[in-house]
């Protein structure tokens, strides 16, 4: 059993910056592929970001690259997203994820583990 606890999220103005951090309880973490993922009121849930165990490979959502990144820290149990530039169109509640395959994926189907969730709001 894996428990994600994910913090950083609130109030930015548009152009600001927020790093989320999600942390992970468990010792087979370095083995989990972590991914992001945001739902804005009213909309489903959709893919943001996903790395795989090592970092070596990373995805991004075309509406955030260049300007999210996501990274881990496998010694810290932690990965973070990093947020810049952000809009009002990125206000939601984003939720860490992990998966017990190695290999990073988009489809939230993938993903075993889920946070609870943060919330984000990007005023304009």
């Known amino acids: 059993q894996v428990q994600l606890v994910e913090s950083g999220g609130g109030l930015v103005q548009a152009g600001g910056s927020l790093r989320l951090s999600c942390a992970a309880s468990?010792?087979?973490?370095?083995?989990?592929?972590m991914g992001w993922f945001r739902q804005a009121p009213g909309k489903e849930r959709e893919f943001v970001a996903a790395?795989?165990?090592?970092?070596?490979?990373?995805y991004y959502e075309d509406s955030v690259k260049g300007r999210f990144t996501i990274s881990r820290d496998n010694a810290k149990n932690t990965v973070y997203l990093q947020m810049n530039s952000l809009k009002p169109e990125d206000t939601a509640v984003y939720y860490c994820?992990?998966?017990?395959?190695?290999?990073?994926?988009?489809?939230?189907?993938?993903?075993?583990?889920w946070g609870q969730g943060t919330q984000v709001t990007v005023s304009s």
């Open positions: 468990g010792r087979t973490f370095s083995s989990y592929a």
């Open positions: 994820a992990a998966d017990t395959a190695i290999i990073a994926t988009i489809d939230s189907s993938d993903y075993d583990y």
């Open positions: 790395i795989s165990w090592s970092g070596a490979t990373t």
